[in-house]
C-alpha cells in the first residue's frame, strides 16, 4: 500500500515559495513505524535554481524526528529519505505532524498541509479504483457475464474514474493558484510525463492563470521548454 501510494502521489519534484512574514519558526515533528528508517538520515528539500537543494535534515531515532529552523517564507517541500522521495510537506509557521507508516504518509497541522492532504486521499482513492479495475473484469467474468460486455462497462468506468481524477486536479491548481499547492500540485502532475508536453489538461490551466502562477520559477520553465518541444514536434 506504501508504495502504490507513493507512486501515485509522488513520482518526482515538488517545491514552491510565496513570501509571508520575516523570521517566522516552523517545527515539523515526526514518527515511523517503518523499521528500515530507523537511524537513517531524512532531509527537506525545495525547489531552487532549477534544481532540489537541502534546507533542513535529521536522524530518525526510536521512531521519532524532528525539523525546526527560522523561515522567510512559506514552502513547498519534499521529504527525502537518502535519494528516494517520500512525500510532500508546506513548512509554514507553527506545529506540523508528520507520521509515516506502511499504509499511508500524513502531514497536519497547518492550513495548507491539512488542504493538501484531504487532497492527495481523495486522488489516492480514485487511484485505487482505477487499479482495480482489472481484478474486477475477473470476478465479473467468473460471475457468468459475456466478456465483451464485461470490457464495454469497464471502460466506461474507467474513462469516468480517469475524468474524475483529472477534474480533481485541475480544480485544486485553480482554487490554489496563488499559494504555494497550485505550483506544487502542477510539479507533482507533469513529473509523470516523460518530458514536458502541452496538454489539454495544462493548456485549460494556463489560461486565464493569474501571474503568481505563471511566473513560479518551476511553472515557468516547464511551460518554456514544452512550447519548444511543440513547435519541434510540428515541425516534423
Known amino acids: 500500500m506504501m508504495k502504490r501510494i507513493l507512486k501515485t502521489i509522488m513520482p518526482g519534484l515538488i517545491a514552491g515559495l510565496l513570501t509571508v512574514s520575516c523570521a517566522d519558526q516552523y517545527l515539523v515533528d515526526g514518527s515511523t ?24 535534515s535529521c536522524n530518525v531515532t526510536h521512531g521519532k524526528f524532528t525539523f525546526k529552523g527560522n523561515m522567510d517564507s512559506t514552502m513547498m517541500a519534499n521529504l527525502f529519505l537518502g535519494n528516494q522521495s517520500l512525500m510532500p510537506v508546506v513548512i509554514e509557521g507553527g506545529d506540523i505532524s508528520l507520521k509515516i507508516d506502511d499504509v499511508a504518509q500524513v502531514v497536519s ?12 486521499q481523495r486522488k489516492t482513492q480514485i487511484d485505487n479504483q482505477l487499479a482495480e479495475l482489472p481484478r474486477k473484469e475477473g470476478r465479473m467474468v467468473m460471475d457468468g457475464m459475456e466478456h465483451e460486455e464485461v470490457i464495454r462497462r469497464l471502460a466506461i468506468e474507467e474513462q469516468i474514474l480517469s475524468h474524475q481524477g483529472d477534474q480533481l486536479v485541475t480544480n ?22 516523460p518530458y514536458p508536453v502541452l496538454t489539454p489538461q495544462i493548456e485549460e490551466l494556463i489560461v486565464g492563470a493569474p501571474s503568481y502562477f505563471l511566473n513560479h520559477p518551476y511553472v515557468k520553465e516547464y511551460l518554456r521548454v514544452a512550447n519548444e518541444n511543440m513547435d519541434k514536434l510540428q515541425n516534423q
Not at 497541522?109 to 487532497?119: E, I, M, R
Open 109 to 120: 497541522g497547518s492550513p495548507l498541509n491539512d488542504s493538501l492532504y484531504s487532497f492527495i
Open 172 to 193: 485544486f491548481i485553480k482554487q490554489n493558484y496563488t499559494n504555494v499547492l497550485g505550483p506544487g500540485v502542477f510539479m507533482i502532475m507533469t513529473s509523470e510525463y
Open 33 to 56: 513505524s517503518v523499521h528500515g528508517m530507523e537511524g537513517k538520515t531524512l532531509y527537506l528539500k525545495v525547489y531552487e535554481n532549477k534544481d532540489l537543494k537541502s534546507i533542513d
